[in-house]
C-alpha cells in the first residue's frame, strides 16, 4: 500500500464524508454553533491549526526519519522529501488536523444543549493540579530522554514533544477544557482508535516501519506499538484541545483580562 493511498483510504474519504455532513447541517434551519462556541469560525480555527501543526511537528518527525526512530518504504512514497520526510508526511499532518478539528466541530453542533454556559469562574485548582501532574510527567520523560536510554526513544520523543502545548493549554483553561470533557473524550477517542487500527494496517502492508530497537516493546495488537498509540493519542489530544479553546466564549472573555491578547480580542471585537 503506497502512502498516498494510504492517504486516500484513510483520512482522504472520512474528511469527505464529514464535510458532507457539515454542508448537509449546513442547510439545516439552525446550521450555527451553540451560542458558547459561536465566536471565531470554525473553518478559520481549523486552518489555523493546520498551520500549527505543521510548523510544530515538522523538525520533530526529521528528527525522527534521520535518526531512524521510523522510516518509510520508498517504493512506496512518491520519493519528493522536504528534509527527510516525503511530502507524504507533511500531507498526513494536514489531513489528520483537519479531519479530527472537523470531528470536533460536528461534536459540539451534536451536543448543543450540553453546551449551554453556566456562570463560569476560573478553577484555578483545576488549572494548578493539572500542570503540576503534566509538568512531572513531562519533566520525568525528558530526564528519561537526555539519559539515552534507547528503549524509551520513541516514547519519550513523543511526550517531551507533545506536552510542551499541553502544558500551555492548561495554563490558560485546564478549567475550560473540564468543563467540556465530554466533547473533549468524543473528539478524542474514536479519533485516536480510528487511526492506530489505518497505522496498524499501514504496518503491516510495510508503508512505514517503526523501530524495535527505539520502542518498548509493548504490542498493542499484531504490529503496534505502544508509542504509535501514544501518539495518535496525544496528535488528537493537542487538536480536541485547541479546537474547544479556540471557539469556547470563556476563552475569549479570559483572554480579555491578558494584555498580550487585548489587542487581538479589539480586533475580533470590531470585526463582529
Known amino acids: 500500500m503506497t ?3 494510504f492517504l486516500q483510504l484513510f483520512l482522504g474519504i472520512p474528511l469527505i464524508v464529514v464535510g458532507a455532513i457539515h454542508f448537509f447541517m449546513l442547510r439545516q434551519s439552525n446550521p450555527q454553533l451553540p451560542e458558547s462556541f459561536r465566536t471565531w469560525k470554525g473553518w478559520a480555527v481549523t486552518l489555523g491549526l493546520i498551520c500549527v501543526a505543521v510548523i510544530w511537528t515538522t523538525p520533530w518527525d526529521n528528527y525522527l526519519v534521520a535518526t531512524q526512530v521510523w522510516w518509510y518504504d520508498p517504493d512506496l512514497v512518491t520519493g519528493y522529501l522536504i528534509g527527510y520526510v516525503p511530502v507524504e508526511e507533511y500531507t498526513f499532518f494536514i489531513l489528520q488536523t483537519a479531519l ?8 459540539i453542533k451534536k451536543f448543543p444543549a450540553y453546551l449551554i ?5 476560573p478553577n ?3 488549572i494548578r493540579n493539572s500542570l503540576i501532574l503534566v509538568g512531572l510527567v513531562w519533566l520525568v520523560s525528558t530526564i528519561l530522554l537526555i539519559s539515552g ?13 507533545a506536552l510542551i502545548p499541553v502544558m500551555i493549554q492548561f495554563w490558560f483553561g485546564a478549567d475550560i477544557l473540564w468543563h467540556y470533557r465530554r466533547i473533549l473524550f ?9 487511526l492506530a487500527v489505518a497505522d496498524s494496517l499501514a504496518i503491516a502492508a510495510g508503508t512505514w516501519t517503526i523501530s524495535e530497537e527505539k520502542t518498548l516493546g509493548i504490542m498493542l495488537g499484531p504490529v503496534l506499538p505502544l508509542e504509535e498509540f501514544t501518539f495518535f493519542l496525544m496528535t488528537n489530544v493537542l487538536v480536541v484541545f485547541g479546537v474547544t479553546l479556540l471557539l469556547a466564549r470563556q476563552s475569549h472573555e479570559r483572554s480579555a483580562d491578558m494584555p498580550v491578547l487585548k489587542e487581538w480580542v479589539a480586533i475580533e471585537q470590531v470585526s463582529g
Open 124 to 126: 484555578w485548582n483545576i
Open 186 to 194: 468524543w473528539g478524542i477517542v474514536p479519533m485516536t482508535l480510528y
Open 3 to 5: 502512502y498516498f493511498r
Open 117 to 121: 454556559p453556566n456562570d463560569f469562574k
Open 100 to 107: 479530527t478539528s472537523a470531528f470536533t466541530l460536528l461534536l
Open 149 to 161: 536510554y534507547l528503549p524509551a526513544t520513541y516514547m519519550t520523543l513523543i511526550l517531551s514533544w
